[in-house]
């Protein structure tokens, strides 16, 4: 999980990206509006989490902006207002929820489960894909109730490839998943993670999930489908030259 969050308060921004990368998300801060918008036009978010008193822009001109150059990120309102008027005219501008501060870390962590699950198209946590059960709010993954213990870098591999079944995602995706162009490793990481997270399924009973599609990457390949390899390829968004 990829999250941008835009908060100019110091101590909110550290609690919540505290509690973010806790829970394995890859955390990009920024404290305007206008960073924030530059960021979504180049980066891939699973989803941003916005504050509306900013110091550059109101957030509400954020939301606007960003649906009006067409891009889907979901958007969770973080504001000190409770009044209904701004929660109105926040939904009206494209926001997915808004949620009053100060707010309950719990409550915060089962909303952005919850819209990213939306999001991908999924209104339960569990997903299924042959025995394979992977829980999104947990972040477990089972066969047959039993738990495949994964790493947090494993899971996230794992996590990928199930919201993005149907894709060929190269390395340069998983690595952008991973570690969101910070201190990224040399890109060979990834076949070493694939291939212990191969391992590890298949101890569990649901090897050759995984297929390895020469020269373009990986996909996840449920055993009840058709072996063909789709044509469509999930590339990382990366920041334009110069940006």
Sequence with gaps: MRVLLVEDDLTV???????????????????TGEEALDLVRHYDYDIVLLDLALP?????????????????TPVLILSGTSRPQAKVKGFGLGADDFLSKPFDKAELTARIQAIIRRSKGFSHSEIRVGKLVLNLDSRNATVD?????????????????VL????????EAFLNHLYGGIDE?????????????????A?????????TVW?????LRDPAESPHVPERIEEPMLAAVGA
């Design 13 to 31: 921004s550290r609690s919540v990206s505290l509690l973010l990368r806790s829970n394995g998300a890859v955390v990009d801060q920024v404290d």
């Design 56 to 72: 550059d822009i109101e957030g509400f001109e954020v939301v606007r902006r960003m649906r009006a150059a067409r891009i889907e």
């Design 145 to 161: 109730d039993q738990r495949i213990h994964l790493t947090s870098k494993e899971y996230s591999i794992l996590e990928l490839l």
């Design 164 to 171: 993005r079944r149907g894709f060929v995602l190269t390395k």
């Design 185 to 201: 490793p040399e890109i060979k990481i990834i076949d070493v993670f694939i291939c212990k997270l191969r391992k590890k399924m």
């Design 203 to 211: 101890q569990a009973g649901v090897g050759n999930m995984i297929a």
């Design 215 to 219: 020269g373009r990457g990986y996909m």
